[in-house]
């Protein structure tokens, strides 16, 4: 498959195939592996919230907190502050 093309649905099987077969995961084609990379502070004042943090099994890469568990956690987060009249730390929800 070319570089910057979205993969198509053969890119997908070839590449399942690989694994199967005992071949690396192609992050490009499958999407990343993640596993749980333990967790980071949701970057609030307060310091005591930490989003989960995954790495790909396959190729390393981190998504440093930027997943939808992360969003709820900074959502959570940011209400809390609020209810407490103080501003939310993570610039709020809407
Ligand atoms: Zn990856
Ligand atoms: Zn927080």
Redesign the pocket.
């Known amino acids: 498959m070319s570089e910057g093309l979205t993969p198509t649905p053969l890119d997908r099987l070839i590449a399942e195939a690989l694994v199967l077969a005992g071949g690396p995961h192609s992050c490009s084609v499958l999407g990343h592996k993640w596993k749980s990379e333990g967790g980071r ?4 004042r ?4 930490s989003v989960p943090v995954h790495e790909c099994e396959a190729c390393g890469d981190c998504d440093y907190g930027d997943n939808e568990d992360a969003d709820d ?2 959502a959570e ?1 940011d209400a ?2 609020e209810a407490a009249g103080e501003d939310a ?2 610039g709020g929800t809407t």
């Open positions: 502070w949701c970057g609030c307060d310091g005591r919230c956690v900074r987060c809390r502050h730390p993570n």
